[in-house]
Protein backbone atom coordinates (compact mmCIF):
# COMPACT_ATOMS: atom_id res chain seq x y z
CA UNK A 1 0.00 0.00 0.00
CA UNK A 2 1.26 3.45 -1.03
CA UNK A 3 0.91 6.26 1.23
CA UNK A 4 0.16 9.60 0.73
CA UNK A 5 2.16 12.41 1.85
CA UNK A 6 0.69 15.87 2.25
CA UNK A 7 4.08 17.08 3.43
CA UNK A 8 7.77 15.82 3.36
CA UNK A 9 11.35 17.96 4.49
CA UNK A 10 14.40 16.91 6.13
CA UNK A 11 15.98 18.44 9.37
CA UNK A 12 18.25 21.00 8.23
CA UNK A 13 21.38 22.29 9.86
CA UNK A 14 21.96 25.48 11.50
CA UNK A 15 22.22 27.50 7.86
CA UNK A 16 19.31 25.44 6.39
CA UNK A 17 21.17 23.05 4.33
CA UNK A 18 19.41 19.41 4.60
CA UNK A 19 23.14 17.80 5.38
CA UNK A 20 21.49 15.29 8.06
CA UNK A 21 20.04 12.06 8.17
CA UNK A 22 16.72 13.21 10.04
CA UNK A 23 13.35 12.89 7.43
CA UNK A 24 9.88 14.04 8.05
CA UNK A 25 6.71 13.22 6.40
CA UNK A 26 3.32 13.25 7.11
CA UNK A 27 0.10 11.62 5.67
CA UNK A 28 -3.64 12.31 6.43
CA UNK A 29 -3.52 10.51 9.74
CA UNK A 30 0.21 9.99 10.33
CA UNK A 31 3.33 11.79 11.23
CA UNK A 32 6.49 9.60 10.32
CA UNK A 33 10.29 10.30 11.55
CA UNK A 34 12.99 8.32 9.79
CA UNK A 35 16.50 9.13 11.21
CA UNK A 36 20.04 7.64 11.02
CA UNK A 37 23.04 6.47 8.54
CA UNK A 38 23.92 3.07 9.73
CA UNK A 39 21.50 2.25 11.96
CA UNK A 40 17.87 3.57 10.55
CA UNK A 41 14.87 4.03 13.27
CA UNK A 42 11.84 4.55 11.51
CA UNK A 43 9.13 5.92 14.23
CA UNK A 44 5.45 7.30 13.32
CA UNK A 45 2.35 8.55 15.43
CA UNK A 46 -1.01 8.68 14.90
CA UNK A 47 -2.40 12.01 14.46
CA UNK A 48 -5.29 12.02 16.61
CA UNK A 49 -2.55 10.88 19.56
CA UNK A 50 -1.14 14.17 19.39
CA UNK A 51 -2.09 16.33 22.15
CA UNK A 52 -0.52 20.06 21.61
CA UNK A 53 1.57 21.80 18.76
CA UNK A 54 4.09 24.66 19.45
CA UNK A 55 6.15 26.67 17.22
CA UNK A 56 9.91 27.77 18.55
CA UNK A 57 11.69 30.50 16.42
CA UNK A 58 15.55 31.28 17.21
CA UNK A 59 17.39 33.95 16.20
CA UNK A 60 19.05 32.07 13.61
CA UNK A 61 16.34 29.86 12.50
CA UNK A 62 14.66 33.14 11.38
CA UNK A 63 17.82 34.42 9.27
CA UNK A 64 17.76 31.16 7.27
CA UNK A 65 13.79 30.69 7.39
CA UNK A 66 13.74 27.43 9.74
CA UNK A 67 11.76 27.00 12.59
CA UNK A 68 10.93 23.47 15.22
CA UNK A 69 7.47 22.25 15.74
CA UNK A 70 7.33 20.71 19.69
CA UNK A 71 4.83 18.12 19.59
CA UNK A 72 3.15 16.84 22.93
CA UNK A 73 1.94 13.42 22.32
CA UNK A 74 0.14 10.27 24.06
CA UNK A 75 1.95 7.77 21.87
CA UNK A 76 4.08 5.91 24.11
CA UNK A 77 6.84 4.91 22.07
CA UNK A 78 7.57 8.18 20.49
CA UNK A 79 6.24 10.21 23.78
CA UNK A 80 6.91 13.89 23.14
CA UNK A 81 9.32 14.90 20.38
CA UNK A 82 10.50 18.15 18.09
CA UNK A 83 10.53 18.53 14.61
CA UNK A 84 13.75 20.48 14.17
CA UNK A 85 14.70 22.71 11.90
CA UNK A 86 12.14 22.59 8.88
CA UNK A 87 11.74 25.21 6.02
CA UNK A 88 8.20 26.66 6.13
CA UNK A 89 7.56 25.94 10.28
CA UNK A 90 4.53 28.14 10.21
CA UNK A 91 2.49 26.60 7.32
CA UNK A 92 3.41 22.84 8.63
CA UNK A 93 2.00 23.53 11.95
CA UNK A 94 -0.95 24.48 10.76
CA UNK A 95 -1.43 21.79 8.10
CA UNK A 96 -0.78 19.55 11.30
CA UNK A 97 -2.87 20.96 13.66
CA UNK A 98 -5.85 20.93 11.15
CA UNK A 99 -4.61 17.12 10.40
CA UNK A 100 -4.57 16.44 14.34
CA UNK A 101 -8.19 18.36 14.62
CA UNK A 102 -10.07 16.26 11.54
CA UNK A 103 -8.43 12.78 12.83
CA UNK A 104 -9.60 13.59 16.18
CA UNK A 105 -12.90 14.18 15.55
CA UNK A 106 -12.99 11.15 13.02
CA UNK A 107 -12.01 8.92 15.41
CA UNK A 108 -13.97 10.47 18.36
CA UNK A 109 -11.25 11.01 20.49
CA UNK A 110 -11.40 13.30 23.19
CA UNK A 111 -8.53 14.77 26.04
CA UNK A 112 -10.19 12.17 28.34
CA UNK A 113 -8.62 9.53 27.10
CA UNK A 114 -5.29 10.86 27.57
CA UNK A 115 -5.66 11.87 31.57
CA UNK A 116 -4.55 8.05 32.22
CA UNK A 117 -5.70 5.10 34.06
CA UNK A 118 -6.34 6.26 37.35
CA UNK A 119 -9.72 7.27 36.87
CA UNK A 120 -10.52 3.68 35.55
CA UNK A 121 -9.42 2.34 39.18
CA UNK A 122 -12.21 4.51 41.17
CA UNK A 123 -14.89 2.12 39.42
Same mark, same amino acid.
Given at each position: ???NYVWK???????????? !?? *????? @?? +? #????S? !?? *????? @?? +? #????????????????????GSIEVTSADKSMG??????????ADV???LSELVEKNRENKRVTNREFMGDDMDDDN
Open positions: MEIDRKRIWCGLPWT !FT *KYALS @ED +R #LFITG !FF *KTVSD @EV +R #LYRIMDISLTRGFLQKIFGLNFVIKNIKHSKEQ
